[in-house]
């Protein structure tokens, strides 16, 4: 019982001491070993498809790796077959564990039934004795029912007899059954020696077992060593093989580069020695040209030496020079910066004076536009005044020119009394009153129909100037000019429609300005800016335009007969103008009024409806007006030279006519009796101023006479060395 | 295996002599003295521990090199220096005056090289852990140490050795208990495992067996009357904290022709104490009561008082005379503990027994091992346990051996062992398997990939169906080896059942 414990250690130890040995098995890892043989297999074709230079690397790995498999398939078959063995060894080992059992179970069996057997027996005889017992008691009850002796003796014999033989039953019993006892201890000897062998056996078998293994073990582990060494071994010697092969084809390359580089040591000797003789003759040249060009230097050297003593003190003069001009530049720049301090100071008073000008003028400015606010109401009220002192001025005109007319009208009469009294006194001749138009006029020749323009004109004038159009008060002048063709209501309505229609010409800035004002003003100022877009300056200008306008629309005819016509206007104005005597000129201007006047009513007709011009139209007449504004652009002076002379002219011509009223003929017979009585009068006068001069110097002689009787008195004169009296005396005589 | 009996045997032949290890201790320790006599009158002139080190530091002290040619044993060693006198010192009064805890590791570690092994415990036990030391104490009272078997710990291997020592030679009512109670201050730090293999009875006559002469001791025994008690371990066990293991044997070895029934009885009073104890012993993990003569009786009450148990988990009570009751008992152990390994082996369990066992394992999830070696559960407890197999999902070896067992168990089991993925060990050798039997256990084992061994020796098995589930079994093991890398994994198992045999 107790050598299995040690057992169990050694056996312990056993597998302790196999298992580093036991690795990977082949049935399991072969598979794995093939795959990954085949993997590095590939990686290895992989390989030598890149680099096929290397093929001698890939032959040794190869051996490396059947090396490999070879140490590996020694270790695991001794791993198996160590296995085995232990196997086979514990199973031998425990057979006597297994059969001492099953000898126990047989014992026990055997003994089970032995028992059995001999309880059965004892029982039986357990039995057998009580019957026995029970017949012997029995039988006592018999005995004492005996009274005879002899048949009490007689059965207390049997009875003994009975009882001898049940004890010698139990007697043979307990003997058999120390028989067996003494049989048992003899097999409990036996067992014990049979145990004893069996440990001994059980020992033996253990000791052989670990003998076994450990021998085994050795062998094994001399095997796997020796499948490791050899491994090992062929690896040396292919490694060796691969070194040598590597190192003899080290040294023939080797040698080879020595042989190379012997001869290219050789080639370079022979190239340096002939570079070497090469350079000694270039040395040679070249040191002869140095030495040369030392000399020649040597000799620049000198002058150079000599230009540069020269220069030095040329540079001293220069140095001391600059350093009196470096004093007086210090001088010059404290002197500078000290006008610039000044300059700096001027520079602050300036700003400060400018500040306070800018001060100044800005009041000043305010000033200036009140100044000027207050002027445009005085402008305004002067305009006022003008205008009354217009209608006064009108007045005064009017009585001045029925003042003057009456004197012309007087000096006229009187003209022709004097002509009356020359032509009958003094040539003797009949004399007929002249009988011409003007004499019979009174007051201002055109002033009438004009008066009449201007006042329907005031009218609108004063609409217009109600709502603020200054332009209005120009206009004026051109429907002084102009009037009798539109109304004001009909400009103002040609005007606005124009102002709408041609809004394109207007500036889209201006437009946004414009949109806060009241509209008046803003059909004033969008027709300013429309009118500076399409070129009209001057008061006629728009005048026209309006006219153009109304003719346009009376005529509805195309725009180029509406041209000619338009262009002929001037030249029907200026033509007669200036070609027409003044006594055509008077009919002309009759007719004309009388045109005019009538030609107004006809006008005044049509503007009630202005309507009839389209909007659509208005762009078409704008283009025909500026076509043809174009011409008669450049003429503009004269026309507005005629226009002023004509107005003066008219009263010119008339107050001319009123001087000629005496025709040339009596004007020179006039003249000639001019001349004639005055060579007359001149030899009275001569006559006169003849008797005028002899009374003065009458008078004279006899003043003279006083005075030099005065001073001939004083005593002055006796006085003096040389008397006066004496020297007048002198001259006098 | 001969020293090892030698080492048993040794000790035991001295034994049975009463103040056996006194009177060793006291040798050696005289031996010792002898020794080291020489020792103190000789370190006036040169101490011979430092006389091979003086060659060593002779080159340091050169200076003090001087010959003196009067003085036969003079050699060109160095005066030793003053540490080593001190060390030497330190050694030679250690028993009075132990110095060791105030030294500097190098010289502690010279002291210790240095201290004799025979020191009284009392001085050494708690103050000396130093492998080394207590190896020399080992290795110089047993020839045979496997420290491996100790935790590796030379210290808890002498402890525990030494504690053996005492216990298997105490004799009850002649031997001072105090001689043991003595050493426990010393020893429950250390002792793990308590591995006695005898208990001796009480006996008559103290001096005379002391010659260790087991005849005499036998008939002195048998003069002496039935009833009696052996040591009560009640105290010992309370004092040892870290006690792990108990493994206990009441009964005298070696006996020989000397066999007394006396000698190996059990006695209640006995396993009543023995059943406190190891209740009150909370850190026991293993318990073996083998070879005593337990019978159901006592097997209940030791079990009754293991019922709960919070660490114990492994029981064994092999070759004792448990019955049915006391299997019952076990089994209820089973689902009232984590126990793990159970051995029953060579025990008188039948039929009923190994069918309530049976009952218990079905539903288990701790129990690994189970032993029924040598017991006659038949074919009724054999398929009970079978079907019990079908639904337990944790044991993992089964050993049936001897068993009476037959085919129907053997077909139950094939079914089994197709369903059962977790069983790598089976054993029905010396069974009545037959022929028929061992065909459905090749079928039955074709479809398992998981046992590894299968005992069918002396079962009335065909040969070729036996080879054919080694191979089966060899295939099974490869592919376990596969599984784990580790080879030690694979080996577990054959390991495991290397302690079983020494049961058997």
Known sequence: MNPPGPLGALEKEEEHSSTPILGPSIHSNNPQERIQARRLRIAARLEARRREALGEYLDGKKESEEDQSKSYKQKEESRLKLAKLLLCGTELVTNIQVAADIREIHRRVEEGEIRRQRLEKLENEVKSSQDKFDEITMKWEEGKRKRIPQDLWDMLNTQQVHCAGLIEDKNKLISELQQELKTKDDQYVKDLKKQSDDICLLLERMEEQVRNVMKTFRQELNSIEKAFEAERRELLTSNKKKWERALQAHNAKELEYLLSRIKKVEDYEKQLNKQRVWDCEEYNTIKIKLEQDVQILEQQLQQMKATYQLNQEKLEYNFQVLKKRDEESVVIKSQQKRKISRLHDILNNLRSKYTRQIRQFEEENQSLTSDYIRLVTQFKELQKAMRHFALLDDKRFREIWLMNEEEAKDLISKAFDVDRIIHTQHLGLPWTAPDFWFLRNVGPISQQQQRSATQILEEVLIQTEEEGMEEATSETESYLDLPKQVSMKTTRKILMLLCDESGFLIESKLLNLLRPLEKSECYLLKLDAIFSALGIESEDDLYKLVNFFLKYRVHHSPSSQISPWNLSLPQERTSPMSALDPGEQTDLERQKEGSLVGGEPEEKEVPPSPTLIHPNDVLKILEAFVMGLRKPRDPPAPVKVVKYVRDTSKDSAYWEALATVLPYATQNLWDALYTALEKYHLVLTQRAKLLIENNSLEKQNTELQMLLQQYLDSKINSELHVPPTQVLRAPTK | ?504
């Not at chain 2, 006198?85 to 050694?91: A, D, M, S």
């Open chain 2, 1 to 504: 295996m001969q020293s090892m009996q030698a080492t048993l045997g040794t000790p035991t032949s001295s034994a049975l002599s009463r103040f056996s290890t006194s009177t060793q201790d006291k040798s050696s320790t005289a031996g010792q003295t002898s020794s080291t006599g020489p020792q103190p009158s000789r370190p006036s002139i040169i101490p011979p521990p430092s006389k091979s080190k003086g060659w060593g530091t002779g080159a340091s002290g050169g200076r003090m090199r001087r010959i003196i040619a009067e003085d036969p044993e003079w050699s060109l060693a160095i005066v030793p220096l003053l540490t080593e006198l001190c060390i030497q010192h330190i050694v030679e009064n250690f028993q009075n005056n132990p110095i060791l805890k105030q030294l500097l590791p190098e010289h502690k570690q010279k002291v210790l090289d240095h201290l004799s092994p025979d020191l009284p415990l009392a001085v050494t036990a708690n103050l000396i852990d130093d492998e080394s030391y207590w190896r020399r104490c080992c290795t110089q009272r047993w020839p045979v140490c496997h420290v491996a078997k100790h935790g590796g710990s030379w210290k808890r291997m002498f402890f525990e050795r030494h504690l053996e020592n005492l216990l298997r030679h105490f004799i009850p009512s002649t031997t001072d208990p105090a001689l043991i109670l003595e050493l426990l201050p010393l020893c429950r730090n250390y002792v793990r495992r308590l591995r006695v293999d005898q208990f001796l009875p009480p006996m008559k006559l103290p001096p005379r067996p002391r010659s260790g002469e087991l005849s005499e001791s036998g008939s002195e025994a048998e003069v002496e009357e039935p009833a009696t008690d052996h040591y009560q371990l009640g105290d010992l066990v309370a004092g040892l904290s870290h006690l792990e293991e108990l493994d206990l044997v009441y009964g005298v070895k070696d006996c020989g022709m000397n066999f007394e029934w006396n000698l190996f009885l059990f006695t209640y009073r006995d396993c009543h104490s023995l059943a406190a104890t190891i209740k009150a012993c909370h850190t026991l993990k293993i318990f073996r009561l083998t070879r005593s003569k337990v019978d159901d009786d006592k097997a209940r009450v030791l079990i009754r008082s293991l019922l709960d148990h919070p660490a114990l988990e492994e029981l064994d009570l092999s070759h004792n005379l448990v019955g049915d009751r006391g299997a019952r008992a076990a089994a209820k152990l089973l689902s009232h503990s984590r126990l793990r390994v159970l051995n029953l082996a060579n025990n008188q369990v039948r039929a009923l027994g190994a069918q309530s066992l049976a009952h218990a394992l079905a539903h288990n999830t701790n129990l690994i091992s189970l032993n029924l070696r040598l017991n006659c559960i038949e074919d009724e407890g054999g398929q009970a346990l079978a079907h019990a197999l079908q639904t337990n999902r944790c044991l993992t070896t089964l050993h049936l051996g001897g068993n009476e067992l037959s085919e129907p168990t053997a077909t139950l089991l094939s079914q089994v062992l197709a369903v059962n993925t977790t069983l790598t060990s089976i054993n029905l050798s010396c069974n009545h398997i037959g022929l028929d039997g061992g065909k459905q256990l090749l079928e039955g084992m074709s479809d398992n990939r998981t046992l590894l061994e299968f005992d069918l020796r002396l079962s009335d098995v065909a040969q070729e169906s036996e080879y054919l589930i080694g191979q089966a079994l060899c295939a099974n093991r490869e592919a376990a080896r596969q599984r784990a890398p580790n080879p030690s994994c694979f080996l577990s198992p054959i390991t495991a059942k290397g302690p079983e045999n020494p049961a058997g």
